[in-house]
């Protein structure tokens, strides 16, 4: 039987590579799915930018929140946890209170 490839496969492969450091495969992933017009949703997105995050690319990890708000894709909590968390790996402080205050104002909820 052939498996559909759908946002839910490519979800589960881009949290795989996100588990496994391969940050350049979970983009590729992204690039792939777009072209095969497969919807990228919060849940993939927020996997690859946790990749980007567990591989040190902070620049990535912003790249993808730009790309999700101009796709109109939700971020959330853990979408920004792992961004601040990508800026704190590479020194990154004044873009990690930048995305605090965008959360703030976006009005997205904070852990605690």
């Known amino acids: 039987a052939r498996v559909e ?37 919060t849940i993939t997105y927020t996997a690859a930018v946790s990749a980007c995050e567990k591989g040190g690319e902070w620049h990535q990890a912003l790249r993808l929140l730009v790309e999700m708000a101009s796709a109109r894709v939700e971020l959330n909590t853990i979408t920004y946890n792992a961004s601040v968390s990508a800026c704190e790996k590479g020194g990154q ?5 930048s995305l605090f205050e965008e959360m703030a104002s976006a009005r997205v909820e904070l852990d605690t």
């Open 5 to 41: 490839l759908d946002t839910i496969t490519y979800s589960a492969a881009v949290s795989a590579c996100e588990k496994g450091g391969e940050w350049h495969q979970a983009l590729r992933l992204l690039v792939e799915m777009a072209s095969a017009r497969v919807e990228l949703d």
């Open 93 to 97: 402080w004044d873009h990690a209170l």
